[in-house]
């Protein structure tokens, strides 16, 4: 089955900086990457999403790439603040089912004012 | 997106107990789902709960222990059967909603079950 790795655990930044996180997948049929931000108590939010038929994908401050051939993706957030802060999770599909949500282990993002 | 509501939002229970949690959402979806996520970690896929027919369940997952209901597109339960401590944890559901043509999976906001 599909298994998804991601670095790093913590992420510690300066405001203003960008943070970077990296996800790894095995199932090469998976074609389905969010990303989901939770905030402490609260429940995970989808950030940004992409398939496997686009390279890359930006949303203001947030953008997502995807390397199938090397089959990792990646969630860069640039000109962090603070309510940046949180645990980031990301997941990929497996076998191609958008339902079946593997989820990597999470980073949590400190940014520091 | 979906409006998604669960019941109860968090209960202490005591072991050998089972605590049933129901799932309701706004609008008829096709796919739901149910997770776990003990604390400080990751989420987990239980199962998918289908409309009509048994749940399918993900490995180290059985109905005996986490017995589920889907009986129409708005609304699910799941059972923690016989609960010990280990199943202390936040369970959550999920669904599958359509907008702008594509499909995107949204959360509930949690069960947080302790037992004692």
């Known amino acids: 089955g599909e298994n998804v790795e991601q670095h790093p655990s913590t992420l510690s930044v300066q405001e203003g900086d960008s943070a970077v996180i990296k996800c790894t997948y095995s199932?090469?049929?998976?074609?389905?990457f969010p990303w989901y931000k939770q905030e402490l108590g609260k429940r995970p939010q989808l950030i940004i999403d992409?398939?496997?038929?686009?390279g890359e994908k930006k949303d203001q401050r947030i953008a997502v790439t995807l390397n199938k051939t090397a089959k990792h993706f990646s969630l860069h957030i640039t000109e962090t603040q603070p309510e940046d802060s949180a645990v980031y999770f990301c997941?990929?599909?497996?076998?191609?089912?958008?339902?079946?949500?593997?989820f990597g282990k999470g980073t949590k993002l400190s940014v520091k004012p | 997106s979906a409006v998604i509501s669960q019941k109860p939002s968090r209960d202490i229970c005591q072991r050998g107990t089972s605590l049933t949690i129901q799932c309701q959402v706004d609008s008829q979806v096709t796919m739901m789902f149910w997770y776990r996520q003990q604390p400080g970690q990751s989420l987990t896929l239980i199962a998918t709960a289908n409309q009509g027919s048994e749940a399918t369940y993900e490995s180290g997952f059985v109905i005996d222990k986490f017995p589920i209901s889907r009986p129409n597109l708005t609304f699910s339960t799941l059972t923690v059967s016989n609960m010990s401590p280990e199943d202390s944890s936040i369970y959550l559901c999920?669904?599958?909603?359509?907008?702008?043509?594509?499909?995107?999976?949204?959360f509930g906001p949690g069960t947080r079950l302790t037992v004692l």
């Open positions: 999920s669904v599958e909603y359509r907008a702008g043509g594509t499909d995107t999976q949204y």
């Open positions: 199932d090469s049929a998976s074609n389905y």
């Open positions: 992409i398939r496997s038929n686009v």
């Open positions: 997941a990929a599909s497996e076998s191609g089912s958008q339902g079946n949500l593997i």
